[in-house]
């Protein structure tokens, strides 16, 4: 079945530094890719997706673009900011028996010190 | 609009008492999913709802674990005894449609301890 790969972290960056978070996925076909975050304290909410080849998401100041040459879906951002510690999941959508279920990764804590 | 609603948020048992957590997803959303986090195993998938029917409950891990969903706007997991190795945040998620141009939306989480 579809699954996703990213690196896990912790990652520890200071404000205004580039963030690279890496994911590959593995899958049948070219189902969406997503990357979710979690803050302390709360449930997980999307931050971006992509539903085809080439497509690039984005949202908040962070970017992915979904690449199948590299199956590839690697999260950016160009100058985090404390706000954005928290943990960053990438997902993909994978099919089951029954139908559709959602894919994640093991997360990816990310802390931006000031 | 509301998002997905989980009750208690914490909640601290001892071990071989009933735990039950509760979850009312967001009005329409025909998916319902509960998953269970903790720092060793990441996120699980315990079961998946589909039109209120359990269609796949391969991530419950054992007996002591149930989940209802008696009609669409209200769910539950009962852990029935509970042990410590249960502890963990319990979050419910529901969405509808086609997951691949659809989202999965997540309650804020029910933070189960056993004592």
């Known amino acids: 079945g579809n699954s996703v790969t990213q690196m896990e972290g912790p990652v520890t960056l200071s404000e205004e530094a580039f963030l690279t978070i890496n994911c590959t996925y593995t899958?049948?076909?070219?189902?969406?890719l997503f990357w979710y975050v979690q803050y302390p304290g709360e449930g997980l909410q999307l931050l971006l997706k992509?539903?085809?080849?080439?497509d690039k998401g984005s949202n908040k100041g962070f970017e992915a673009t979904y690449r199948k040459e590299t199956t590839s879906f690697h999260l950016e951002k160009g100058s985090v900011q404390v706000s954005d510690s928290a943990v960053y999941f990438c997902a993909t959508v994978g099919t089951a028996n029954y139908g559709q279920n959602f894919v994640f990764g093991p997360g990816t804590r990310l802390s931006v010190l000031p | 609009d509301a998002g997905v609603i989980q009750s208690p948020r914490h909640e601290v048992t001892e071990m071989g008492q009933e735990v039950t957590l509760r979850c009312k997803p967001i009005s329409g959303h025909n998916s319902l999913f509960w998953y269970r986090q903790t720092m060793m195993r990441g996120l699980e998938l315990l079961i998946y709802f589909n039109n209120n029917v359990p269609i796949d409950d391969s991530g419950m891990p054992e007996d002591r674990f149930s989940a209802k969903m008696p009609n669409a706007s209200f769910s539950t997991l009962k852990i029935q005894p509970s042990e410590p190795r249960d502890s963990a945040v319990y979050f419910c998620?529901?969405?509808?449609?086609?997951?691949?141009?659809?989202?999965?939306?997540f309650g804020e989480g029910s933070r189960l301890t056993v004592l």
């Open positions: 998620a529901s969405s509808s449609g086609d997951l691949n141009t659809g989202e999965l939306f």
């Open positions: 899958a049948t076909g070219y189902p969406s």
């Open positions: 992509a539903t085809k080849a080439d």
